[in-house]
């Protein structure tokens, strides 16, 4: 499951990623190759999310799908709402944030 969040290559499902947004914790691999693994699955965007080390760190990066890159703080956020809905809107792929 700690690949998938972290976007790893091929750890993300297809049947799971196609159309959605997928969220992805920062660190291990690069920002960019998140992205490009979503896309390759999919994916209609991600959403980058800083790990506890990252902090408020904000890079801007070219990606190959729609992106956003947020704070550890405001990840904290994404995933307290994911995990408290069946139904994400919009419809996002996420995995347990393990903290």
Known sequence: ???????????????????KVVVCLRG????????????LVGAAGMILCNDK?????????PHVLPAAQITYTDGL???????????ALPPLLFFFFPY
């Open 28 to 39: 291990e691999t690069g920002r960019m190759d998140k992205g490009y693994q979503a896309a």
């Open 77 to 87: 956020a994404v995933f307290a709402y994911i995990n408290s809905t069946e139904y």
């Open 53 to 61: 080390a990252s902090g408020n760190e904000i890079i801007a990066d």
């Open 1 to 19: 499951m700690l690949f998938s969040l972290l976007c790893k290559p091929k750890s993300l499902d297809h049947e799971k990623a196609k159309g």
